[in-house]
């Protein structure tokens, strides 16, 4: 099955700061890749997503690239903010429907220190 | 947009007593729900996939006796964690796909067991 590797497990950055998650995944077939948000107890949110036929997608200050002859996604936070301090995780599938399911991998903590 | 109903949002029980989590779809048809378990800063673990009129399919490890699942319309999946033990305590995420929409998750249920 798909196993999904992210890194770092903890990134603290100054405000204003950029910061940058990775993932890796093993699976040649998966073909979408979502960034969640998830705040403390509460449930994860989806900030971003991209589709292995684009290699860069950006949302304001949000941007993930995806390298699928390596492997990776990278999550890119530009101009970081106190309230982006949260738990990110990637996540890997075939495809975003058709019943098929995310392998996620292990969160990341983000920390935007004043 | 999409909205993932999810009760109750905190529980508490005791050991041996079984409870039950509700997941609903409110704006869609879910054709597939999938239930996860997250213990504290870990990631989403998939326990079960559930599709709409069919037994669910079981992630390895996870007991399918102790952990019942019923998703017996498009908008409605339940899971029943039976004689619950102080080690269920976590919290459990449902989410839920319909057509080739991006993952909607609902809003957690922390289980707490004595």
Request: aromatic share 8%; hydrophobic share 30%.
């Amino acid at each position: 099955g798909e196993n999904v590797e992210q890194h770092p497990s903890t990134l603290s950055v100054q405000e204003g700061d950029s910061a940058v998650i990775k993932c890796t995944y093993s699976d040649s077939a998966s073909n979408y890749f979502p960034w969640y948000k998830q705040e403390l107890g509460k449930r994860p949110q989806l900030i971003i997503d991209i589709r292995s036929n684009v290699g860069e997608k950006k949302d304001q200050r949000i941007a993930v690239t995806l390298n699928k002859t390596a492997k990776h996604f990278s999550l890119h936070i530009t101009e970081t903010q106190p309230e982006d301090s949260a738990v990110y995780f990637c996540a890997a599938s075939i495809s975003a429907g058709g019943g098929n399911k995310l392998t996620f991998g292990t969160g990341t903590q983000l920390k935007v220190e004043l | 947009g999409a909205v993932v109903s999810q009760h109750p949002s905190r529980v508490i029980c005791k050991s041996g007593t079984s409870v039950k989590i509700e997941c609903r779809s409110l704006d869609f048809q879910a054709t597939t729900m999938f239930w996860y378990r997250q213990f504290p800063k870990q990631s989403l673990m998939l326990m079960a996939t559930s599709n709409e009129g069919s037994k669910a399919t079981y992630e390895q490890g996870v007991e399918k006796d102790k952990f019942l699942i019923n998703h017996a319309s498009l908008t409605l999946s339940t899971l029943t964690v039976t004689s619950a033990h102080p080690e269920d305590s976590s919290f459990y995420i449902c989410s839920a796909l319909g057509g080739n929409s991006p993952l909607h998750f609902g809003n957690g249920t922390r289980l707490t067991v004595t």
